[in-house]
Protein backbone atom coordinates (compact mmCIF):
# COMPACT_ATOMS: atom_id res chain seq x y z
CA UNK A 1 0.00 0.00 0.00
CA UNK A 2 2.98 2.25 0.75
CA UNK A 3 4.21 1.61 -2.59
CA UNK A 4 1.25 2.45 -4.36
CA UNK A 5 0.88 5.85 -2.60
CA UNK A 6 4.66 6.89 -2.90
CA UNK A 7 4.07 5.55 -6.70
CA UNK A 8 0.83 7.81 -6.73
CA UNK A 9 2.79 10.66 -5.48
CA UNK A 10 5.27 10.55 -7.49
CA UNK A 11 3.19 10.85 -10.44
CA UNK A 12 1.66 13.47 -9.90
CA UNK A 13 4.87 15.61 -8.86
CA UNK A 14 5.67 14.64 -12.42
CA UNK A 15 2.84 15.65 -14.14
CA UNK A 16 2.90 18.86 -11.81
CA UNK A 17 6.53 19.87 -12.89
CA UNK A 18 5.94 19.34 -16.21
CA UNK A 19 2.58 21.73 -15.90
CA UNK A 20 4.93 24.38 -14.89
CA UNK A 21 7.66 23.80 -17.78
CA UNK A 22 4.44 24.51 -19.72
CA UNK A 23 3.55 27.08 -17.95
CA UNK A 24 7.08 28.82 -18.11
CA UNK A 25 7.05 28.64 -21.49
CA UNK A 26 3.85 30.53 -21.85
CA UNK A 27 5.00 33.06 -20.00
CA UNK A 28 8.11 34.02 -22.06
CA UNK A 29 6.42 33.87 -25.18
CA UNK A 30 3.94 36.35 -23.47
CA UNK A 31 6.61 38.48 -22.40
CA UNK A 32 8.10 38.84 -26.08
CA UNK A 33 4.35 39.26 -27.62
CA UNK A 34 3.37 42.22 -25.58
CA UNK A 35 7.13 43.85 -24.88
CA UNK A 36 6.11 43.53 -21.02
CA UNK A 37 8.52 43.21 -18.32
CA UNK A 38 8.63 41.20 -14.74
CA UNK A 39 9.44 38.28 -16.26
CA UNK A 40 11.95 37.18 -14.10
CA UNK A 41 9.05 37.63 -10.80
CA UNK A 42 6.85 35.41 -12.53
CA UNK A 43 9.32 32.11 -13.05
CA UNK A 44 9.80 32.79 -9.73
CA UNK A 45 6.19 31.49 -8.29
CA UNK A 46 5.28 29.11 -10.91
CA UNK A 47 5.54 26.17 -8.88
CA UNK A 48 3.99 27.52 -6.15
CA UNK A 49 0.99 28.91 -8.43
CA UNK A 50 1.07 25.36 -10.27
CA UNK A 51 0.89 22.94 -6.95
CA UNK A 52 -1.86 25.57 -5.79
CA UNK A 53 -4.08 25.38 -8.56
CA UNK A 54 -3.94 21.54 -9.34
CA UNK A 55 -3.40 20.52 -6.11
CA UNK A 56 -4.16 22.21 -2.88
CA UNK A 57 -6.98 24.69 -3.81
CA UNK A 58 -10.44 23.75 -3.93
CA UNK A 59 -12.14 25.67 -6.88
CA UNK A 60 -14.95 24.51 -9.71
CA UNK A 61 -13.91 26.35 -12.57
CA UNK A 62 -18.06 26.27 -13.32
CA UNK A 63 -18.82 28.13 -9.76
CA UNK A 64 -15.52 30.34 -9.85
CA UNK A 65 -18.06 32.37 -7.64
CA UNK A 66 -18.72 29.93 -5.20
CA UNK A 67 -18.95 31.61 -1.65
CA UNK A 68 -17.22 28.61 -0.49
CA UNK A 69 -14.47 28.55 -2.84
CA UNK A 70 -10.70 28.53 -1.44
CA UNK A 71 -9.27 32.25 -2.71
CA UNK A 72 -5.88 33.17 -3.92
CA UNK A 73 -4.54 36.64 -3.88
CA UNK A 74 -1.59 37.37 -5.91
CA UNK A 75 -0.12 40.32 -3.59
CA UNK A 76 2.87 40.61 -5.97
CA UNK A 77 0.42 41.57 -8.58
CA UNK A 78 3.52 42.53 -10.93
CA UNK A 79 4.13 38.89 -11.54
CA UNK A 80 0.16 38.82 -13.24
CA UNK A 81 1.35 36.34 -15.88
CA UNK A 82 1.93 33.54 -14.07
CA UNK A 83 -1.24 33.71 -12.51
CA UNK A 84 -2.91 34.41 -16.29
CA UNK A 85 -1.56 31.09 -17.18
CA UNK A 86 -2.12 28.70 -14.69
CA UNK A 87 -5.74 30.12 -14.95
CA UNK A 88 -5.88 29.01 -18.72
CA UNK A 89 -4.46 25.70 -18.27
CA UNK A 90 -6.37 25.37 -15.36
CA UNK A 91 -9.07 26.17 -17.43
CA UNK A 92 -11.10 29.28 -15.38
CA UNK A 93 -10.36 31.60 -18.41
CA UNK A 94 -10.27 30.87 -22.43
CA UNK A 95 -6.28 29.95 -23.16
CA UNK A 96 -6.37 32.49 -26.24
CA UNK A 97 -7.22 35.36 -24.15
CA UNK A 98 -3.09 34.83 -23.16
CA UNK A 99 -2.66 36.18 -26.81
CA UNK A 100 -3.77 39.22 -25.74
CA UNK A 101 -1.75 40.26 -22.62
CA UNK A 102 -0.63 43.81 -22.36
CA UNK A 103 -2.68 44.49 -25.73
CA UNK A 104 -4.92 47.37 -26.07
CA UNK A 105 -8.06 47.03 -25.22
CA UNK A 106 -7.47 43.46 -23.64
CA UNK A 107 -8.19 42.50 -19.75
CA UNK A 108 -5.09 40.69 -19.23
CA UNK A 109 -3.13 44.03 -17.87
CA UNK A 110 0.46 43.73 -16.49
CA UNK A 111 -1.25 43.78 -13.30
CA UNK A 112 -4.27 42.13 -12.12
CA UNK A 113 -7.48 44.66 -12.60
CA UNK A 114 -10.58 44.34 -10.30
CA UNK A 115 -13.40 42.66 -11.95
CA UNK A 116 -12.80 41.58 -14.96
CA UNK A 117 -10.95 38.17 -14.53
CA UNK A 118 -12.81 34.95 -13.40
CA UNK A 119 -10.70 34.13 -10.93
CA UNK A 120 -8.87 36.90 -10.12
CA UNK A 121 -10.09 37.90 -6.39
CA UNK A 122 -8.58 41.48 -6.10
CA UNK A 123 -6.48 44.14 -8.09
CA UNK A 124 -2.65 43.85 -6.87
CA UNK A 125 0.61 45.64 -7.64
CA UNK A 126 0.57 48.33 -5.57
CA UNK A 127 2.55 46.35 -3.16
CA UNK A 128 1.64 45.49 0.51
CA UNK A 129 -1.66 45.10 -0.01
CA UNK A 130 -2.53 41.55 -0.30
CA UNK A 131 -2.47 40.22 2.92
CA UNK A 132 -4.75 43.50 4.10
CA UNK A 133 -7.32 41.99 1.76
CA UNK A 134 -6.89 38.00 2.43
CA UNK A 135 -7.37 39.38 6.31
CA UNK A 136 -10.81 40.50 5.99
CA UNK A 137 -11.80 37.96 3.69
CA UNK A 138 -10.56 35.15 6.66
CA UNK A 139 -12.62 37.54 8.94
CA UNK A 140 -15.21 37.36 6.97
CA UNK A 141 -15.50 34.33 6.20
CA UNK A 142 -14.89 32.97 9.74
CA UNK A 143 -18.48 35.35 10.69
CA UNK A 144 -20.37 33.65 8.04
CA UNK A 145 -18.83 30.09 9.30
CA UNK A 146 -17.60 29.34 5.63
CA UNK A 147 -14.56 26.74 5.94
CA UNK A 148 -12.52 27.63 3.44
CA UNK A 149 -8.64 28.68 2.86
CA UNK A 150 -7.51 32.16 1.85
CA UNK A 151 -3.55 32.29 0.45
CA UNK A 152 -1.76 35.07 -0.09
CA UNK A 153 1.87 35.15 -2.53
CA UNK A 154 3.98 38.32 -1.27
CA UNK A 155 7.30 38.93 -2.68
CA UNK A 156 10.26 39.16 -0.08
CA UNK A 157 10.57 43.03 -1.42
CA UNK A 158 7.35 43.41 -0.31
CA UNK A 159 7.86 42.74 3.28
CA UNK A 160 9.58 46.40 3.22
CA UNK A 161 6.06 47.56 3.54
CA UNK A 162 4.50 48.42 6.78
CA UNK A 163 1.19 47.42 5.51
CA UNK A 164 2.44 43.49 5.20
CA UNK A 165 3.23 43.64 9.33
CA UNK A 166 0.10 45.86 10.14
CA UNK A 167 -2.29 42.95 8.68
CA UNK A 168 -0.01 40.20 10.53
CA UNK A 169 -0.29 41.65 13.92
CA UNK A 170 -4.10 41.66 12.74
CA UNK A 171 -4.17 38.36 11.71
CA UNK A 172 -2.39 36.38 14.37
CA UNK A 173 -4.08 38.91 16.75
CA UNK A 174 -8.06 37.96 15.95
CA UNK A 175 -6.28 34.06 15.38
CA UNK A 176 -7.16 34.13 11.60
CA UNK A 177 -6.17 30.26 11.21
CA UNK A 178 -8.17 30.29 7.73
CA UNK A 179 -5.11 32.65 6.06
CA UNK A 180 -1.75 31.65 4.76
CA UNK A 181 1.16 34.29 3.49
CA UNK A 182 3.82 32.64 0.66
CA UNK A 183 6.74 34.56 0.47
CA UNK A 184 8.40 33.72 -3.05
CA UNK A 185 12.02 34.50 -1.20
CA UNK A 186 13.64 34.83 -4.62
CA UNK A 187 16.47 37.59 -2.51
CA UNK A 188 15.65 40.09 -5.55
CA UNK A 189 13.69 43.37 -5.59
CA UNK A 190 13.39 45.78 -8.68
CA UNK A 191 16.80 47.36 -8.46
CA UNK A 192 18.80 44.98 -5.61
CA UNK A 193 19.49 42.25 -3.29
CA UNK A 194 16.01 42.44 -1.00
CA UNK A 195 18.96 41.98 1.81
CA UNK A 196 20.67 44.66 0.77
CA UNK A 197 17.74 47.37 0.23
CA UNK A 198 15.97 47.02 3.75
CA UNK A 199 16.74 44.18 6.52
CA UNK A 200 14.65 41.68 6.13
CA UNK A 201 16.38 38.54 7.54
CA UNK A 202 15.38 36.50 9.61
CA UNK A 203 12.66 36.45 7.44
CA UNK A 204 11.80 32.82 9.60
CA UNK A 205 11.78 34.29 12.75
CA UNK A 206 10.46 37.70 11.77
CA UNK A 207 6.91 35.35 10.80
CA UNK A 208 7.16 33.39 13.88
CA UNK A 209 7.83 36.65 16.08
CA UNK A 210 4.32 38.20 14.76
CA UNK A 211 2.37 35.07 15.80
CA UNK A 212 2.67 32.96 12.66
CA UNK A 213 3.15 28.88 12.12
CA UNK A 214 5.68 28.98 9.94
CA UNK A 215 7.32 26.91 7.33
CA UNK A 216 10.74 27.11 5.69
CA UNK A 217 9.93 25.43 1.90
CA UNK A 218 12.21 24.63 -1.38
CA UNK A 219 9.69 26.92 -3.77
CA UNK A 220 11.00 24.64 -6.55
CA UNK A 221 10.63 21.40 -5.10
CA UNK A 222 7.01 20.73 -5.94
CA UNK A 223 6.57 17.50 -3.70
CA UNK A 224 7.42 19.72 -0.64
CA UNK A 225 5.07 22.51 -1.86
CA UNK A 226 2.13 20.28 -2.46
CA UNK A 227 2.97 18.53 1.22
CA UNK A 228 3.26 21.74 2.80
CA UNK A 229 0.58 23.37 1.72
CA UNK A 230 -1.94 20.67 2.07
CA UNK A 231 -0.98 19.67 5.58
CA UNK A 232 -0.98 23.60 7.11
CA UNK A 233 -4.98 23.83 7.39
CA UNK A 234 -4.78 20.99 10.00
CA UNK A 235 -5.63 21.62 13.62
CA UNK A 236 -3.77 24.97 14.32
CA UNK A 237 -4.94 28.18 15.94
CA UNK A 238 -3.01 30.58 13.97
CA UNK A 239 -2.18 31.84 10.91
CA UNK A 240 0.55 30.34 8.39
CA UNK A 241 3.36 31.45 6.87
CA UNK A 242 5.54 29.79 4.55
CA UNK A 243 9.24 31.23 3.58
CA UNK A 244 9.55 29.59 -0.30
CA UNK A 245 13.50 30.19 -0.91
CA UNK A 246 13.23 30.55 -5.07
CA UNK A 247 15.42 31.71 -8.07
CA UNK A 248 14.19 34.48 -10.03
CA UNK A 249 14.35 33.41 -13.54
CA UNK A 250 13.96 29.59 -12.75
CA UNK A 251 13.64 27.50 -15.43
CA UNK A 252 15.52 29.22 -18.00
CA UNK A 253 19.39 29.15 -17.25
CA UNK A 254 20.13 31.86 -18.83
CA UNK A 255 17.31 34.73 -16.69
CA UNK A 256 18.04 32.88 -13.24
CA UNK A 257 19.14 34.64 -10.52
CA UNK A 258 19.57 37.32 -13.19
CA UNK A 259 18.23 40.81 -11.90
CA UNK A 260 18.07 42.01 -14.81
CA UNK A 261 15.37 40.10 -16.08
CA UNK A 262 13.26 41.89 -13.89
CA UNK A 263 12.75 44.58 -16.59
CA UNK A 264 14.32 43.07 -19.66
CA UNK A 265 12.41 41.63 -22.61
CA UNK A 266 13.22 38.33 -24.48
CA UNK A 267 14.05 38.87 -28.00
CA UNK A 268 13.36 35.86 -30.83
CA UNK A 269 16.36 34.63 -30.37
CA UNK A 270 16.07 34.54 -26.55
CA UNK A 271 12.84 32.91 -26.79
CA UNK A 272 13.59 30.11 -28.82
CA UNK A 273 16.99 28.88 -26.23
CA UNK A 274 13.77 29.14 -23.34
CA UNK A 275 11.30 26.83 -24.57
CA UNK A 276 14.04 24.17 -25.84
CA UNK A 277 15.56 24.38 -22.33
CA UNK A 278 11.79 24.23 -20.84
CA UNK A 279 10.93 21.53 -23.26
CA UNK A 280 13.79 19.02 -22.33
CA UNK A 281 13.12 19.42 -18.53
CA UNK A 282 9.40 18.35 -18.87
CA UNK A 283 10.30 14.86 -20.72
CA UNK A 284 13.15 14.61 -17.45
Given at each position: MADMENKKLKTMVKELESMAAKNRGRIVQMSHHS????????????????????????LDKKKIDSLKRDRFILSKGHAATALYTVLAFRGIID???????????????????????????????????????????????????????????????????????????????QKLNNITIIIDFNKWQATARSCDVLGIEPLVEKWKTFGFKTFEIDGHNMGEIVETLSEIYVGFDQPCAVIAHTVKGKGVSFMEDDNNWHYRVPDEKDVQMALKELERSKDE
Open positions: RAAHLGSALSCVDILVALYFSVLQMNLLDTYCLPGSILEDHPGPSTIPGVEAATGSLGHGLSLGTGMALANRIQKINNKIIVLASDGECNEGSVWEAAMFASG
